[in-house]
């Protein structure tokens, strides 16, 4: 009951200070890439915070995952430096009987795990996936920013516009620099206005001019205009509301077994496989000597996790590619991760058990 009670408190401390260390690197690093897109203008501003949050929900399983396997690595190994594991071992209790504590404590991380994996990672996805495409789909005028050069959502033309005071379909002393066919072009105006015919969206411009420049040959044009319209979206409307793989619920995924949609499932219950075969390997390979100053165990342990999450990865390329079966991927991947946990946890326990008998063997009568 002690050896119970005390392995558990240890773990859950171990593992809150690992998950708030790790979630800050992982929320500090998300809020400069998604500040950095906004600054680019692939990213509403006012959906920072908001896409952060999303892309935290659909990454928390696998910090959840890391955390835990950290965790298990630093507990277990203080008990080996600090000879506490001896005492243990002493007491006639092997490292397998560390697995029950072990399980006990991490049984609602990877409850949680199961839960952010088949219903929080689609929707997160979706929730983010709609916000980049609604600000994608804007017009190109209503993507500028007053004030600021931006580039339209093809690359071809860069606009500055300062935003009317009427409404958002408005704006005053445009300048739209393009670039097509060997030509570039310039052309400003007092006033511009949006207008939208089918599913195409067109840029009206009064009172303004248009300096051309064929770059091969240099020559240069330059036309005046009391009217000009210039074709900013050739689909306002999206056509297709098909769901990426990724986005899909797991009901879904189920249900339409395509390569793809199998390459995600793969994804999805290897995640949840591996937090659980990450937690055991983390058994064996949390044993290091009292006499070494420094845990190297960690630094391999940590390397095996990336390993390993990379097989994942890997394996669910393979899957949506068609090379490999979803079944015989997973099977292969995750029943050798668990061989591999059980078997450094056997070996831990027999293999001092063979070094015993072989030194007792080789003593002196």
Not at 132 to 149: E, H, I, M
Not at 188 to 202: C, K, P, V
Not at 345 to 350: A, E, F, V
């Amino acid at each position: 009951m002690l050896f119970d009670s005390s392995t558990r408190s240890e773990l859950a401390k171990s593992f809150g200070v690992t998950l708030v260390v790790v979630l800050t690197i992982v929320l500090t690093s998300m809020l400069i890439r998604n500040v950095g897109q906004a600054a680019g203008g692939n990213v509403a501003p006012q959906d920072v915070v908001l896409l952060m949050g999303y892309a935290t929900l659909s990454s928390l399983a696998p910090i959840l995952a890391l955390s835990l396997f950290v965790a298990v690595i630093l507990t277990l190994g203080r008990l080996y430096r600090e000879s506490e594991m001896t005492i243990w071992f002493a007491s006639g209790i092997p490292l397998s009987s560390f697995v029950k504590p072990v399980l006990g404590m991490a049984w609602p991380v990877l409850l949680a795990v199961i839960v952010l994996e088949l219903i929080v990672w689609p929707w997160g996805n979706r929730n983010s996936a709609e916000l980049l495409d609604q600000y994608q789909k804007r017009g190109d005028l209503s993507r500028v920013a007053p004030g600021q050069f931006q580039t339209s959502r093809d690359g071809s033309r860069v606009f500055f516009i300062e935003r009317g005071e009427d409404d958002a379909a408005t704006g005053r002393n445009v300048f739209i620099l393009g670039v097509q066919n060997d030509r570039e072009s310039v052309t400003t105006s007092s006033r511009g206005r949006l207008e939208i015919e089918g599913e195409d969206r067109f840029l009206v411009l009064d009172h303004g001019q248009r300096n051309e420049t064929q770059l091969k040959t240099g020559d240069k044009s330059l036309a005046r205009f009391e009217q000009y319209r210039v074709l900013t979206d050739s689909q306002a409307v999206p056509s297709d509301g098909q769901l990426p793989p990724k986005a899909m619920p797991t009901l879904d995924l189920v249900r339409s077994p395509g390569a793809k949609n199998q390459g995600e499932l793969t994804w999805r219950l290897g995640m949840i496989l591996g937090s659980i075969n990450m937690a055991l390997l983390g058994i064996g390979l949390s044993a290091s000597s009292p006499r070494r100053a420094s845990n190297w165990n960690l630094l391999f342990a940590l390397l095996s996790f990336v390993v390993y999450f990379q097989l994942i990865v890997l394996s669910q390329t393979w899957v949506a590619n068609g090379q490999a079966g979803m079944l015989r991927a997973m099977t292969a991947l995750h029943g050798s991760a668990l061989f591999l946990a059980l078997a450094a946890i056997w070996l831990r326990d027999n293999g001092n058990r063979f070094c015993l008998r072989r030194a007792l063997r080789g003593a002196p009568a």
